[in-house]
T-cell receptor, first 115, second 114 residues
Framework: NAGVTQTPKFRVLKTGQSMTLLCAQDMNHEYMYWYRQDPGMGLRLIHYSVGEGTTAKGEVPDGYNVSRLKKQNFLLGLESAAPSQTSVYFC??????????????FGSGTRLTVV | AQKVTQAQTEISVVEKEDVTLDCVYETRDTTYYLFWYKQPPSGELVFLIRRNSFDEQNEISGRYSWNFQKSTSSFNFTITASQVVDSAVYFCALSAGNTDKLIFGTGTRLQVFP
């Protein structure tokens, strides 16, 4: 049982390059989330999805796009990377009902540096 | 709007001291969940506790205890007899109503010195 898997774990990009971060979960969770973590800022929500084929903006969506073509995968895209996007990115998922479980499961993070 | 405030940016204690991490939340929803996560130096997020808004019972788990008070919109976390391994960043988080979002506080860095 892998839970939530993020790929890659580390990446260095040059300004203007594009890349996609992949989040995969094997728990059949409906909801998936992308967060970024910056020093002193906590985790801030970028985008999220409440089901296959749906996405919604979080607190800091600018410069990012997402897709949820399959229930188990949630992709985060950076079309033209900027140094301000240097951060640690976390993916999370949760089932529709969170009454009898821990709720949110997090991946181990992706450390992205844009130079 | 939902908001989580962790006013303590950093706390330093000596081993075996008790320490309380404060968390104040804001929401207009009557149904919500509160969480605490630990982030050790290795970087992963470790789930500690979840509490729903209808359960105001305090909880104790080993050296950890949580005090949930709706009257003051607080969900404070106490570590008793702290240990060096407790050194980490601790996040309080809120999931309210039907927004489907988990909102984090800015975290409190706890350093426990031997």
């Amino acid at each position: 049982n892998a839970g939530v898997t993020q790929t890659p774990k580390f990446r260095v990009l040059k300004t203007g390059q594009s890349m996609t971060l992949l989040c995969a979960q094997d728990m059949n969770h409906e909801y998936m989330y992308w967060y970024r973590q910056d020093p002193g800022m906590g985790l801030r929500l970028i985008h999220y999805s409440v089901g296959e084929g749906t996405t919604a903006k979080g607190e800091v969506p600018d410069g990012y796009n997402v897709s949820r073509l399959k229930k188990q995968n949630f992709l985060l895209g950076l079309e033209s990377a900027a140094p301000s996007q240097t951060s640690v990115y976390f993916c999370a998922s949760r089932p529709f009902f969170q009454l009898d479980n821990y709720g949110y499961t997090f991946g181990s993070g992706t450390r992205l540096t844009v130079v | 709007a939902q908001k989580v405030t962790q006013a303590q940016t950093e706390i330093s204690v000596v081993e075996k001291e008790d320490v309380t991490l404060d968390c104040v939340y804001e929401t207009r929803d009557t149904t919500y969940y509160l969480f605490w996560y630990k982030q050790p130096p290795s970087g992963e997020l470790v789930f500690l506790i979840r509490r729903n808004s209808f359960d105001e019972q305090n909880e104790i788990s080993g050296r950890y205890s949580w005090n949930f008070q709706k009257s003051t919109s607080s969900f404070n976390f106490t570590i008793t007899a702290s240990q060096v391994v407790d050194s980490a960043v601790y996040f309080c988080a809120l999931s309210a109503g039907n927004t489907d979002k988990l909102i984090f506080g800015t975290g409190t860095r706890l350093q426990v010195f031997p």
